[in-house]
């Protein structure tokens, strides 16, 4: 039970950050990358500074610096929103890698880094923190002013427009903060529960993190429930495989495989309201009508 | 519907122009990267240019990659035809070699052809589940690959291969094995002695000309091509566009399929413990670059395989292989968004073309 807070901490964080880019209108493929990103920066910052709490903020920042590319590409030069995440996962992987080893020397793991506290129960403050964030991003989403300003432009940009709300600009702070909770989420990884950067981070949590946001219906309470249900499956597999001998039987693969294949089947049978938001992936055109 | 392949190629008039100052400028922004983190850049491009071309021995290698990538990059080409942009190369890839793996083992005559057919099949069947939620289900084919990847990765990777379909533990060899080792002669001959080009890259440049053919000379595909162009018009025409759109996922799916079994029946002789490829995720950077046709794809696929048998040789100069991620991640960036070199263009054009009259 206890592992589950932790588990489901980094997916937390990711999973908020693409309900915010995409409640925008703003598809975010690139969750991967910018958790990437942050989970570097957040090791190097706390190495650097001594500090984990700077390094976190680093994280942040560095989630927010690979956000910042996917916001000119699809805003500015209305690149393809899927093709501008792909790329920024791909260069993530090279950059990172290669920032690891230039800066480190290794290709594998960083040095140790100055990790978060934890409390008597082995949590960080950003474990519980993921606990409170969602709740305050749905209070945040569905009852303020600002709140409700980003869900137009994510449903009907244009009659935001009209009503004087500067789609664009708002669509880049939306992913600009995207790629701030997914920064954080990696940085969970690495400063709050690791202690160090490792090269195959975050191993396909920035992907999961899509699918909670998928399987949570775009909402904020949502995703992160699903977050936690995955974090949840994903501690019963290795109870499992601790306890019962399960890795003789290897299905710690099909327990894996458990979240991507409810998140589809889900979606298959169209359980509940899942449709995304109207706008998103479309790219604001002043200029167009619809 | 707005067709997909126009939102991601028309903005350059001129997308094999827009592709290649992509790629130039990639390949100069990471040779500045490699400059200025005080590494010696001349050196680390020349090792990467002579582990791509320099000998009979690299030359094998980048058409080795090169085969895998024009079979992973027409997989994503040919969804975008019908309108899909099929993130799931990996998926079906790895099934596909899984699908090879096992056939590959059965001691029949002809056993190299059907490993490739039954990969195709297993690929191909992994592509259509995605056609089929979009075309039936209405579930975002961008998000159900991506599912579907992790859900192939998972199930073959973390159950079936350690699992199942293990080989009998023999001493040496017990967390590597992978399955069961394939026939002799299922392997991919070798074409040239001293190198390791084999049967796959010819056969991977015969399905290249055949795809454009069935897309440009067969009523199916045009067919596809309209109904990527816009399905409810197609669909008006008396064109099945659902039909259409799950047997463009299925052959994209096949493709893909076929690419694993490259790797399999030429490299690596059976299904490894550990197979960690990418190839199905740089198709998508390979369909990219290359515009979204047969022969592009063939080309962009040699310049990236080109990439990564010659990143191999970077270590020499103390850089990690996966530095060609990153030149390749720059030139999907750049082409994503022709309209950064839009101005360049057409001021070059300004000069060099006279002005056409109306």
Not at chain 2, 214 to 238: P, S
Request: glycine share 14%; proline share 6%.
């Amino acid at each position: 039970m206890n592992l589950v807070l932790d588990f489901a901490a980094p997916l937390v964080f990711a999973a908020l950050g693409g309900v915010l880019s995409e409640r925008a209108g703003v598809v975010n493929i690139g969750l991967e990358g910018m958790m990437r990103f942050g989970a570097f920066g957040a090791a190097a910052g706390s190495i650097a500074s001594g500090s984990p709490w700077i390094g976190l903020a680093c994280g942040g920042l560095a989630g927010a610096a690979a956000a910042g590319v996917h916001a000119l590409l699809s805003l500015r030069f209305r690149a393809n929103q899927v093709v501008s995440g792909i790329a920024l996962n791909l260069v993530a992987f090279g950059l990172v890698t290669y920032l690891l080893q230039s800066i480190f020397g290794s290709s594998g793991v960083s040095p140790p880094a100055p990790a978060l506290p934890r409390d008597r129960f082995g949590h960080s403050a950003l474990a519980y923190a993921a606990l409170v964030v969602p709740v305050i991003f749905h209070l945040w989403l569905s009852g303020t002013p600002a709140g409700l300003r980003v869900r137009a432009v994510g449903e009907h940009p244009h009659a935001a427009a009209t009503l004087g709300v500067r789609v664009l600009p708002l669509r880049a702070a939306c992913v600009l903060g995207s790629g701030v909770l997914a920064g954080i989420g990696g940085a969970t990884l690495s400063v709050g529960i690791l202690g160090q950067f490792d090269a195959r981070m975050p191993a396909g949590q920035g992907f999961m993190a899509l699918a909670a946001v998928v399987f949570g219906k775009w909402t904020p309470l949502g995703a992160a429930g699903a977050a936690f249900f995955f974090a949840a499956a994903d501690a019963v597999q290795r109870h499992l495989s601790l306890t019962l001998h399960a890795a003789d039987l290897r299905l710690d693969g099909l327990f894996l495989a458990l979240p991507y294949a409810l998140t589809l089947v889900v979606l298959a049978l169209g359980i509940g309201r899942t449709r995304a938001p109207a706008a998103d992936g479309v790219p604001y055109d002043p200029e167009g009508r619809t | 519907m707005p067709d997909l392949r126009a939102r991601l190629f028309t903005p350059a008039r001129d997308p094999s122009w827009g592709a290649a100052a992509a790629l130039l400028a990639s390949f100069v922004v990471s040779f500045v990267a490699m400059a200025v983190t005080g590494r010696d850049a001349v050196a680390g491009f020349g090792h990467l240019f002579s582990g791509a071309f320099g000998g009979p021995g690299p030359l094998g290698e980048t058409a080795l990659k090169a085969s895998i990538l024009i079979l992973t990059g027409l997989s994503v080409a040919v969804a975008l035809i019908v309108g899909l942009f099929n993130i799931g190369a990996e998926g079906q890839l790895i099934w596909g070699a899984l699908a090879a793996a096992m056939v590959g083992r059965l001691d029949v005559p002809g056993v190299m052809p059907l490993a490739l057919m039954g990969a195709a099949v297993a690929g191909g069947l992994w592509g259509l589940i995605a056609g089929w939620l979009k075309v039936h289900r209405g579930v975002h084919e961008v998000i159900s690959t991506i599912l579907l990847n992790w859900i192939a990765i998972h199930v073959i990777q973390g159950w079936l291969v350690p699992g199942p379909l293990a080989a009998a533990a023999s001493s040496a060899q017990v967390n590597v094995a992978g399955t069961e080792a394939i026939q002799r002669a299922a392997w991919l001959p070798r074409l040239w002695p001293g190198t390791r080009l084999d049967l796959g890259f010819p056969l991977a440049l015969l399905i290249a000309f055949a795809v454009w053919f069935l897309l440009a000379r067969t009523r199916r595909g045009f067919e596809w091509r309209a109904v990527g162009a816009g399905r409810d018009a197609a669909h008006a025409a008396g064109i099945p566009a659902g039909r259409r759109i799950c047997e463009g996922m299925a052959l994209s799916g096949a493709l893909a399929g076929v690419g694993g079994a490259l790797l399999i029946l030429g490299t690596e002789h059976r299904y490894p413990g550990v197979f960690r490829t990418g190839y199905g995720f740089d198709g998508i950077a390979v369909a990219l670059v290359g515009g979204g046709s047969a022969a592009g794809t063939a080309a962009a696929a040699v310049v990236f395989g080109a990439l990564r048998a010659g990143a191999t040789r970077l270590q020499l100069v103390g850089i990690h292989p996966s530095f060609a991620e990153l030149t390749q991640g720059l030139a999907v960036l750049l082409v994503a968004a022709p309209r950064l070199f839009q101005p360049l263009l057409t001021r070059l054009r300004a000069r060099s073309a006279p002005p056409v009259p109306p």
